[in-house]
């Protein structure tokens, strides 16, 4: 991948460690998942019933994730 010229190498967008944060939150939580799976994290909360409930509770994640980003509270 290239990055633009106008992007120093230690410099990132908001919406990209967003993204980061909401990924990390989403994998070591289990946020989102449609089956219930043992693990690490909590369990049994934003369970999706359909892909489309999924794709909506991280969509509201990815929003949460990019306020605190932005500094918003």
């Known amino acids: 991948m290239e ?5 120093s190498a230690g410099s990132r967008r908001n919406e ?3 993204l980061d944060l909401m990924k990390f939150v989403a994998m ?6 449609t089956s219930v799976q043992g693990g690490v994290g909590f369990q ?3 369970a999706a019933a359909k892909p489309e409930d999924f794709a909506a509770h991280l969509l509201e994640l990815y929003g949460k994730c990019l306020g605190v980003v932005q500094g918003k509270k």
Do not use: L
């Open 44 to 46: 049994g909360t934003g």
């Open 16 to 18: 990209d460690i967003a």
């Open 3 to 7: 990055e633009s010229p106008n992007t």
């Open 28 to 33: 070591t939580t289990g946020y989102g998942r």
